[in-house]
T-cell receptor, first 114, second 110 residues
Framework: DGGITQSPKYLFRKEGQNVTLSCEQNLNHDAMYWYRQDPGQGLRLIYYSQIVNDFQKGDIAEGYSVSREKKESFPLTVTSAQKNPTAFYLC?????????????FGDGTRLSIL | RKEVEQDPGPFNVPEGATVAFNCTYSNSASQSFFWYRQDCRKEPKLLMSVYSSGNEDGRFTAQLNRASQYISLLIRDSKLSDSATYLCVELKGSWGKLQFGAGTQVVVTP
């Protein structure tokens, strides 16, 4: 089945540690996105990528980094510079060339501080 | 002012009743919106797209009011399984950037 796979489902980070969240899609979508969701808040865009080897900062990119070496993969690294990393992280993909296409989401990774 | 604003609710609805709620947006040039449904601790799932004046899909009807800059979602004959948070989403720009509201919680009771 086509879809977006995020791993792990749950992740714990120690102080000063970088952690990487995985996102893989087999929908042949060009664009991929990373969002963060905090309780009672809407999703906020961290980074997005419209094409392989290119990515752009979203609204809250500080303390995060990404790479897009393959069309199918868009991993997110939460660095030690991100002082409040506890949140629900969602990866999405779409075909932005058709401007009205909605985004489809993976089932998320919950990150907590140890 | 937030770009997309929603009443957080909760809207408590008896099973079988109709519930409606709105979402306001600040950009008068926006033309495309989505309603997503999000269950507790799960990912958002697309419910319907709203591109022109509105859209209908079974028991769900979305309306876009450009003059007053709001989108509404109406759920008829509510089911217990309709209990969720409904996210109003604005499509910004041609590359697909989405602006999310914080969501409206709906609780359908027996």
């Amino acid at each position: 089945d086509g879809g977006i796979t995020q791993s792990p489902k749950y992740l714990f980070r120690k102080e000063g540690q970088n952690v990487t969240l995985s996102c893989e899609q087999n929908l042949n979508h060009d664009a991929m996105y990373w969002y963060r969701q905090d309780p009672g808040q809407g999703l906020r865009l961290i980074y997005y990528s419209q094409i392989v080897n290119d990515f752009q900062k979203g609204d809250i990119a500080e303390g995060y980094s990404v790479s897009r070496e393959k069309k199918e993969s868009f991993p997110l690294t939460v660095t030690s510079a991100q002082k409040n990393p506890t949140a629900f992280y969602l990866c999405a993909s779409s075909t932005p060339g058709y401007s009205n296409q909605p985004q489809h989401f993976g089932d998320g990774t919950r990150l907590s501080i140890l | 002012r937030k770009e997309v604003e929603q009443d957080p609710g909760p809207f408590n609805v008896p099973e079988g009743a109709t519930v409606a709620f709105n979402c306001t947006y600040s950009n008068s040039a926006s033309q495309s919106f989505f309603w997503y449904r999000q269950d507790c601790r799960k990912e958002p799932k697309l419910l319907m797209s709203v591109y022109s004046s509105g859209n209908e899909d079974g028991r769900f009807t979305a309306q876009l009011n450009r003059a007053s800059q709001y989108i509404s979602l109406l759920i008829r004959d509510s089911k217990l399984s309709d209990s969720a948070t409904y996210l109003c989403v604005e499509l910004k720009g041609s590359w697909g950037k989405l602006q999310f509201g914080a969501g409206t919680q709906v609780v359908v009771t027996p």
